[in-house]
């Protein structure tokens, strides 16, 4: 057992952490106050009995075990959808420290998020924290990171600053493609047009054609969604000849296109398919259909 006395107060009972060193004595790992002045005593017991406490140990006025250290840099290395990287310096290198994050979007209150910590390289640490999608592109988020002294009664250090960083910025769902429509059509491919804003950034386009008269629809995956300076908003598919051919198609027959918008949160409907086009104006060479086949 081991008892603390702080100057002239009174003796108490003091949580220990101890270690057997051969027989003859026992190690004790104490968490102290900082900035305290104490005398200390211990007693041994067993089954059914109970030494008398010793002689008080000499007192002890100087601060006991190391003081948190301060972080010195903050560094973030990415910025996700879901995490960021960070990467802390510490004043030394200091196994017991643990760290603390907190993240702002903006001017925004700083909240705290989770950091999970990688091992460390010295006094240099890596942690990944909990990170959400800005609201709109070009917002900038910032974290700021603080130590703290695990298992002991020491203040934490004070908050360290990263620097300002483009928070990651997800499309919201897009909305449905309204009246599609297909123009130019080329061996190359065709483009589709459609109205509504739908060239936001993260944007993506999916394409499935279909002959007329058909119930499947198959996906067409090369295609390009217009670039935000384009003057309106659509998509260059290409790839029909392969479509084409392995839906049986040939110059006789129709063909029509669906199309849909996906950002990383969702996808929209499928749009109302496109009014059919004659496979003929795609000047492609398919096989012509049977003798006798209308």
Avoid at 26 to 49: H, K
Avoid at 190 to 217: F, N
Wanted: hydrophobic content about 40%; overall charge negative; aromatic content about 8%.
């Amino acid at each position: 057992d081991l008892q603390l006395r702080e100057g002239d107060g009174q003796w108490r009972e003091t949580k220990v952490f101890c270690s057997v060193v051969p027989t003859v004595s026992r190690v004790f790992g104490v968490i102290f106050r900082p900035d305290t002045s104490f005398s200390w005593r211990v007693r041994a017991r067993c089954t059914g009995r109970t030494s008398e406490w010793s002689e008080p140990g000499p007192e002890v006025s100087e601060m006991v075990g190391a003081a948190t250290p301060g972080v010195v840099d903050v560094q973030v290395r990415e910025v996700g959808i879901a995490e960021a990287y960070l990467v802390a310096t510490l004043e030394k290198e200091s196994p017991g420290v643990v760290l603390e994050a907190q993240r702002r979007q903006g001017s925004d209150a700083w909240t705290p998020c989770d950091c999970y910590e990688k091992p460390p390289d010295g006094a240099v640490r890596y942690c990944a924290v909990a990170a959400e999608p800005v609201e709109e592109a070009g917002i900038e988020v910032q974290y700021r990171v603080r130590a703290v002294l695990g298992g002991a009664n020491q203040p934490p250090s004070a908050w360290t600053l990263s620097p300002p960083v483009v928070g990651a910025f997800v499309a919201p769902v897009p909305d449905r493609v309204e009246d599609l429509r297909v123009v130019n059509p080329t061996t190359a491919g065709a483009e589709l047009l459609w109205d509504g804003d739908s060239q936001g950034e993260g944007v993506v386009v999916e394409v499935e054609a279909s002959l007329s008269g058909a119930e499947e629809w198959a996906q067409i995956p090369s295609c390009i969604l217009h670039s935000a300076e384009a003057e309106s908003n659509g998509a260059f598919v290409a790839g029909l000849e392969r479509f084409l051919s392995e839906a049986g198609g040939n110059p006789d027959d129709h063909v029509e296109f669906r199309v849909r918008l996906r950002s990383a949160r969702g996808a929209a409907q499928w749009s109302l398919p496109s009014p059919v086009v004659p496979v003929s104006l795609f000047g492609l060479s398919l096989p012509a259909p049977p003798a006798g086949v209308e």
